[in-house]
């Protein structure tokens, strides 16, 4: 398959725009000419929401209209009069008050979707233009303790935007992830002060100090913390100690990190997360720069001392009193914040990394950090203009009662034991469906539709909103929802194991695709949307258009596969054809899948 694959590509590479730019792109110069005086003016065509309707439609006219003070259906008769696209559709209608609709022509589809099979790595989909060095900030849990729900989300809608991120723009070299773990604070200071009194042999051989259960020893620490004033003081010294880089405190804290990232990374591999050691570069990696952050706010006149601690007043932040609301830097003790570390990486990325689109993904509390951040970082000239400052901000995990989700005993839910679960629960489901699959096997379908259903219902909501953790919701086999799909992928490979057939035979013949039936062109046109909606997701950074594009996609083959009988069709070369529609649609979801971090299974 494989080498078959790969000649192909070598063969055919006629990457395709999506079908709304090129409507878009042929309706411009025609736009252009009609109203000269207006910047730009735009089609804006989208996908009809009703088949009847065509299956795009240019909704622009109307506002043109409007602006050049003439009739709409005058102005849409007007371009159709001079747009040419016989080659790709029907003569395009105009509906309503100046819609323009247009409808696609099965000989258009049929060669495009060729194209598309024929182009295994890209699908068809053309690389967006400008390749951008992107720095994706996600994940960045703090290290002292182990990873709990709240760190489930950033972790996985950075790592699925990153990940598409590298197919749009196909540069994966570009897309830099960048965990920003907190492991510069307090917490540290706890964790040295409580091994230098528990286990002082460890303490002064770093090298030995081993931390099976990172939890409890946080705990006790914190314990200690909260009980013992001298443990208190001792705990701020050694913080003090930390970021003024004391050798020996350095050296105990060096090892409490690898602990702790030992912990995350094997929770991002359970999770297939795409992050590795080189990718953090956490709040210690920037200690070193927060006086010169200060300095330099100082020499460019923007710092101001507001009750003995130094701050930065924006334009247009007012606290709940109307009264000016300053970003702290630096504290009257002459601490740093969360904040001054934000700005000495925010400069790292645009200045070092030479990013031109810094991307956050952080839960929604953190907006307002954000906009004063970015606010800051283009008043001090360390992000200009041209680099796009972007922050993806999200809502809470919530239990079944609608409150933050929980452990019975009122704990953080522990993201490994909420893997743990998942998996456990995925079992079961494979067990009812397949008892006969040897054990092996069955651990296997359980880890990948267990971790994936967790991952799909997280990004299938609407980012912004919170979303209630919902056990049977996410694991059903029916409805919005990976095992749906990863089901819908297993029941085409399926078909492929009943008629025997060979992939690679099969793409020898891609030129035999013929779309006729209502369902085989309905599912065409849905395949070929794929690039559209990876375009969009690029741009807009909602990772649920793509759920609800594979969901889309499974349903239309789903309407496909019960009208247009495949092995059994009546002609071979409708059997080809149809297989050929199969492979694509197998293809797609995997692809799409892959693209949000959930595996596929050839059988479940
Ligand atoms: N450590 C932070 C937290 O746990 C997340 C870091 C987000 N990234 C950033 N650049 N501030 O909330």
């Given amino acids: 398959m494989l080498a078959h694959a790969l000649k192909l590509n070598q063969r055919n590479k006629i990457p395709m725009k999506p079908i709304i730019d090129i409507l878009e792109q042929r309706i411009a110069p025609i736009l252009a000419q009609l109203a000269p005086d207006i910047p730009n003016p735009s089609a804006i065509v989208k996908p009809s929401q009703d088949p009847r309707f065509g299956d795009y439609q240019a909704n622009g006219i109307m506002a043109l209209a409007k602006q050049l003070k003439t009739n709409p259906r005058e102005l849409a008769q007007q371009v159709v009069d001079q747009l040419n696209v016989s080659d790709m559709c029907e003569p395009p209608e105009i509906a309503g008050p100046g819609f323009i609709n247009f409808r696609l022509l099965p000989a258009w ?5 060729t194209q598309a099979i024929q182009d295994p790595d890209r699908l068809g989909v053309d690389t967006l233009s400008d390749p951008k060095k992107v720095v994706v900030d996600f994940a960045g849990p703090n290290l002292a303790k182990e990873m709990h729900v709240g760190h489930i989300r950033s972790t996985i809608i950075g790592d699925v935007i990153a990940r598409i991120l590298e197919f749009g723009y196909n540069e994966p070299n570009n897309i830099i992830r960048q965990s920003h773990v907190g492991d510069w604070g307090l917490p540290f200071g706890m964790l040295v002060t409580y091994l230098r009194e528990n286990t002082p042999e460890a303490a002064s051989n770093p090298e030995n100090i081993k931390i099976a259960d990172l939890e409890e020893f946080y705990r006790a620490a914190k314990q200690r913390f ?13 913080t003090v100690a930390l970021h003024e880089h004391d050798q020996d405190t350095l050296e105990i804290w060096k090892h409490i990190v690898a602990e702790s990232r ?26 070193k720069d927060l006086p010169d952050v200060v300095k330099s706010l100082a020499d460019a006149n923007i710092l101001q001392e507001s009750q003995g601690a130094q701050c930065v007043f924006l334009d247009g932040f007012k606290n709940k009193e109307g009264n000016p609301l300053p970003l702290i830097v630096q504290k009257s003790d002459g601490a740093y914040l969360y904040a001054t570390t934000d ?6 990325r645009a200045k070092q990394l030479k990013a031109d689109r810094i991307i956050y993904v952080t839960d929604a509390r953190q907006k307002l950090h954000f906009q004063m951040i970015f606010a800051c970082a283009r008043q001090a000239q360390w992000a200009p203009e041209n680099v796009s400052l972007e922050h993806v901000p999200f809502g809470s995990v919530l239990g079944p009662d609608n409150k933050p989700f929980k452990t019975r005993s009122g704990e953080n839910v522990k993201l490994k034991d909420l893997l743990d679960e998942a998996t456990q629960r995925a079992l079961k489901v494979v067990e009812a469906k397949n008892p006969d699959l040897p054990p092996e096997q069955k651990q296997q379908i359980a880890q990948a539709v267990g971790i994936g259903a967790v991952k799909y219902a997280d990004l299938s909501n609407n980012l912004v909103g919170d979303y209630v953790f919902d056990w049977d919701k996410m694991l059903a086999m029916e409805g919005n929802t990976a095992p749906y799909l990863q089901y ?17 035979q099969l793409l020898a013949n891609t030129d035999v695709l013929q779309l006729d039936a209502p369902e085989e062109l309905t599912l065409a046109k849905h395949l070929l949307r794929y690039g559209e909606i990876i375009e969009t997701v690029v741009r807009d950074l909602r990772p649920h258009l793509l759920t609800n594009y594979l969901f889309e996609l499974a349903q239309n083959f789903s309407s496909f596969y019960t009208n247009c009988p495949v092995l059994k069709a009546d002609a071979e070369s409708t059997i080809t054809s149809r297989l050929l529609l199969c492979h694509q649609t197998a293809h797609t979801l995997a692809h799409g899948l892959n693209l949000l971090g959930i595996k596929t299974i050839k059988q479940m």
């Fill in 109 to 113: 589809l049929t060669q495009k979707l």
């Fill in 226 to 238: 909260d009980s013992d004033e001298t443990f208190k003081q001792n705990a701020y010294k050694a």
């Fill in 262 to 287: 030992i912990h995350a990374q094997a929770i991002y591999d359970k999770m297939n997360i795409k992050l590795r050691v080189e990718d953090e570069r956490g709040e210690s990696a920037f200690s």
């Fill in 343 to 348: 700005l000495a990486a925010i400069r790292f």
């Fill in 488 to 504: 819908a992928y297993a029941r085409i490979q399926s078909i492929f194991r009943k008629g025997d057939i060979d992939t690679d």
